[in-house]
């Protein structure tokens, strides 16, 4: 978040902190779970819609990418969240 809307939210909202392995140990539910600085966040199950036009801008971003032979890099240091989802 930008400052002033974490400002805004940590004033806001009253969060229980909970540790990854509290976390890894949620049971399993519709939907996307994700751990952002010791906060639960729930999304709900993306639509129908949604899922296939990601899909669609994904298989497009590897079309260029292929194409272009640009190098396809993951580096997991900069990931300082951590989200899970369960089928459904």
Same mark, same amino acid.
């Given at each position: 978040? !930008?400052? @002033?809307?974490?400002?805004?939210? +940590?004033?806001?909202?009253?969060?229980?902190?909970?540790? /990854?392995?509290?976390?890894?140990? *949620?049971?399993?539910?519709?939907? #996307?779970?994700?751990? *952002?600085?010791?906060? /639960?966040?729930?999304?709900?199950?993306? #639509?129908?819609?949604? !899922? $296939?036009? @990601? #899909? $669609?801008?994904? !298989? *497009? *971003?590897?079309?260029?990418?292929? +194409?272009?032979?640009?190098? $396809?890099?993951?580096?997991? $240091?900069?990931?300082?969240? /951590?989200? !899970?989802?369960?089928?459904?």
């Amino acid at each position: 978040m !930008r400052g @002033g809307c974490r400002r805004y939210h +940590a004033l806001m909202s009253a969060t229980t902190q909970i540790t /990854l392995e509290e976390f890894l140990d *949620l049971p399993d539910t519709p939907g #996307k779970q994700e751990l *952002l600085d010791g906060e /639960l966040i729930v999304v709900s199950p993306a #639509k129908h819609t949604h !899922r $296939r036009t @990601g #899909k $669609r801008v994904q !298989r *497009l *971003l590897e079309s260029v990418v292929d +194409a272009t032979n640009w190098p $396809r890099l993951v580096d997991t $240091r900069c990931q300082r969240d /951590l989200a !899970r989802s369960a089928p459904g």
